[in-house]
């Protein structure tokens, strides 16, 4: 609670900063994008993949094949995401930066694969993520020439996320789990832009992102297991999108 | 414990010879000195023991305080030889986190480590105007890392340290406040994973420490007038 509370005091105090006056050394920005994020999640291990099918990496390990089965492969989670960030701008060089940010695996995450719980079993197996995140970061902004800006910068971000799974067999029993939870990741990200006019810019970035949640338990009913994962929020995020520069830069 | 501060002390002399060694350098380019501080997360790369024992733990226990995988404060000095597009820098960092615990009805855990870093780094610049660039970079890190896990019931400890070779890439941007001091961002990520070390304390059994991982470093570095 006192971190969201951190996290919205600070994003207030941004948001104060006046910028009417042209002679001001604070310029502020608004950039929305949408992106991609491979691996979506990492590995989404979960205990009952361990305990049950046998994977100890859960999606990397769950892939098995058996001579006359028939089995699809199980790719890692492809995500989408989309957000906006402020941006304040202090003596042309320096910056702080709030953002928040929507994701939702698009690709991935489902197909059929072996086990053996006594006798081999063909298991279809289905994942997906989704969740939001806000970062703060500060950094400092490279321009070059007129028209150019490349920023680095680094930050914490609050991550809520919520991770599924289901695992269904010929066998009577199926799996299925639901795990939501927050994390505080480590946040780097680097972007440039490119002035189209005195306001407006496209801009590229990468964002790294690195935290992952305690253990959760299963918060879904009615199957036959409870099972405990951690939520990862750990991976690139790669960002297309626009900004808007109150003032003209 | 002795090894441990033979070879900090060992690595801070190397540096500080290379510090003083500067001072009466003569060349094209510029040097500077500068002070690091920042955030890393999960030192020593502990995730994995860590989300075992949770689960672990959330399994067969009936009251779990469960271990949070660290952030830790991170510091240390770097110095710096820039030349036309090119970065040479060599540092030193050092992070411990203050308190890694967790509970699984009596059974207490409490993990301490720390871990010190020496990289180098080669990089490329692309400057702006005198002191304010962007730079990528690459090269060799040198670590020692040091962890010791303690359970209460049943009581066990172990504990496990060594030198690890590894590599670091890292990228970062710097400004000028004065013509002579700048501030600096800079994000290093680095991989490395010892042989199997023995424990030191019983001897029997082996384990390897990786430190992979994430520094996020803010610097304020000082130009040494040529």
């Known amino acids: 609670m006192y971190y969201k509370l951190c996290i919205v005091l600070l994003c207030c105090a941004i948001a104060l900063v006046p910028v009417s006056s042209l002679a001001s050394p604070f310029n502020q920005a608004i950039s929305l994008y949408a992106g991609y994020i491979p691996s979506l999640g990492g590995n989404l291990y979960s205990y009952e993949q361990e305990n049950t099918f046998g994977s100890k990496t859960g999606i990397d390990g769950i892939n098995k094949s058996q ?17 906006a960030t402020f941006k304040l701008v202090m003596y042309d060089f320096f910056t702080a930066r709030i953002g928040a940010n929507y994701f939702k695996s698009v690709w991935g995450g489902k197909g059929k694969t072996v086990y053996n719980d006594g006798a ?58 639901q795990f939501k939870g927050s994390a505080y990741p480590l946040v780097i990200n680097t972007e440039g832009e490119y002035f189209i006019n005195d306001k407006f810019a496209i801009s590229t970035s990468l964002s790294y992102y690195r935290g992952t949640t305690n253990v959760i338990k299963d918060s879904k009913k009615g199957d036959v297991s409870t099972d405990y994962a951690p939520i990862d929020f750990s991976g690139y995020r790669f960002l297309l999108g626009v900004s808007y520069y109150f003032k003209p830069i | 414990m002795k090894k441990t501060y033979h070879i900090t002390s060992i690595a801070c002399i190397i540096l500080l010879c290379l510090v003083v060694m ?11 000195l500068g002070l690091n501080a920042g955030i890393t997360y999960d030192p020593n790369h502990l995730e994995p023991a860590i989300t075992q024992w949770n689960t672990q733990a959330k399994t067969t226990a009936t009251s779990v305080e469960q271990i949070t995988i660290p952030y830790s404060f991170a510091w240390g000095i770097n110095m710096r030889y820039q030349f036309n597009y090119f970065l040479f820098r060599i540092g030193a960092h050092f992070t411990s986190p203050y308190s890694v615990r967790g509970k699984a009805d009596a059974n207490k855990v409490t993990i301490s480590t720390y871990q010190f870093g020496l990289p180098a780094t080669v990089g490329l610049i692309m400057p702006l105007k005198q002191r304010t660039y962007f730079f990528i970079g690459a090269g060799i890190t040198y670590n020692y890392a040091y962890l010791e896990w303690k359970e209460t019931v049943p009581a066990n400890k172990y504990r496990f340290a060594d030198s690890i070779p590894g590599f670091h890439y890292m990228m970062g941007a710097e400004a000028p406040i004065t013509s002579k001091i700048t501030l600096s961002v800079e994000w290093m990520h680095q991989e490395g994973r010892s042989i199997p070390i023995k424990d030191e304390i019983a001897g029997t059994t082996k384990q390897t420490i990786s430190v992979k991982g994430d520094f996020l470093l803010f610097g304020v570095n000082y130009y040494i007038p040529m």
């Open chain 1, 67 to 83: 001579t006359g089965f028939s089995t699809a492969t199980i790719n890692r989670l492809l995500g989408a995401t989309t957000g």
């Open chain 1, 120 to 177: 081999d079993r063909l298991l279809e197996c289905n994942y997906s993520f989704d969740g939001f995140d806000i970062p703060v970061t500060v950094g400092i902004i490279i321009p070059f020439y007129k028209d150019m800006k490349i920023t680095f910068s680094c930050g914490i971000a609050y991550a809520w996320g919520r991770y599924k799974n289901k695992f269904e067999s010929d066998a009577p029993l199926s799996y299925k789990g």
């Open chain 2, 22 to 32: 500067v001072q009466g350098a003569y060349a094209i380019g510029e040097f500077s």
